[in-house]
């Protein structure tokens, strides 16, 4: 299907890209994998979304016909691809895309809120993979993208949220999302600040930090069956006894973009779950090099840049 974008966001994956610290990327590269568009054509036997549809787009691109593949886990196939990282995306006017990646949404939402349905995604599959349920409580390691768009989800359902990070000006964002209390762990004692929040340990830990370090932080602070939803990439080993998950019957289970959770943002986008105020910046693409560098700037208190492709 041909669609022409109308909105893409730049994800934290775009700045090292931008930068070039990443190793799995050839370059030269047309990034932007966060996006939402309207379909201008389509082929003939496409039977999902139609002309005109308003649509966000999962950029999950899988082999789709491994083992993992077939069972319905294409985001963690062994050769899997994402759109705008490690091909070619969405930072132009029209993409050539298949229609199962393509998700229509309805209502309201402008295009530039529905460029969030990609991180919302990967809070999706993060908060399914967490069990969390209502009078959970909850701690997030880092007040990013991803802790916010988490603790969006998490106060949504009912949860109790203490979030972590080292800059006071994020602490102030997650507490204008909703968190119950935040803690600068760089100033105070993060596990005496949880043993007053939950005696005992807390229900559900998302380390959106990933560092070996706040993974080995989260299994201390985890309660007796409590869920530890892990999403970094740090290769360091942790050092972390077997006998304290034994004991406490921890589940740890990882979390890597997101896995057919798209139906659930285009509800979440329908619904008001998914609002403007994550968004801290707009720029037209002809100003891409400039919103790339002013993202990199305000890094310390930007949510989220959007590059806004008029018609």
């Known amino acids: 299907m041909l669609v022409r974008v109308k909105a893409v966001g730049i994800c934290g994956t775009d700045l090292h890209t931008f930068k070039g610290d990443r190793n799995d990327i050839d370059y030269p590269r047309v990034m932007g994998h966060e996006l939402s568009g309207i379909v201008e054509d389509t082929g003939k036997h496409v039977t999902r979304v139609k002309k005109g549809d308003r649509v966000v787009y999962d950029p999950v691109n899988s082999c789709g016909t491994c083992r993992t593949c077939r069972s319905g886990h294409e985001n963690v196939c062994g050769s899997v691809k994402c759109f705008g990282v490690q091909m070619d995306g969405g930072f132009q006017e029209y993409i050539v895309v298949e229609e199962d990646h393509l998700y229509p949404f309805n209502g309201p939402a402008s295009y530039e809120c529905a460029a969030l349905g990609e991180p919302f995604s990967i809070a999706a599959n993060i908060t399914a993979k967490a069990q969390a349920e209502t009078g959970n409580r909850a701690v997030i390691f880092g007040a990013g993208t991803i802790g916010i768009a988490v603790l969006s989800v998490l106060k949504k359902h009912g949860v109790h949220v203490l979030v972590s990070d080292i800059a006071d000006v994020k602490l102030k964002i997650a507490e204008d999302f909703g968190a119950d209390v935040t803690v600068n762990s760089k100033e105070k004692s993060l596990e005496e600040a949880v043993e007053m929040f939950s005696p005992g340990g807390v229900d559900v830990v998302i380390d959106a930090v990933g560092y070996a370090s706040t993974f080995e932080q989260a299994i201390k602070l985890a309660a007796p069956c409590g869920r530890i939803v892990e999403i970094g990439f740090d290769d360091r080993e942790a050092r972390i006894a077997p006998g304290i998950i ?30 403007r105020k994550m968004i801290s910046a707009v720029y037209p693409l002809e100003k891409l090099q400039q919103a790339f560098e002013d993202t990199l700037t305000n890094g310390d208190h930007w949510l989220k840049t959007i590059i806004k492709i008029d018609d």
């Open 246 to 275: 034994t004991r406490k019957e921890l589940t740890i289970a990882g979390s890597r973009m997101n896995c057919h959770r798209f139906e659930t943002v285009t509800r979440w986008l329908e619904d008001g779950t998914i609002t």
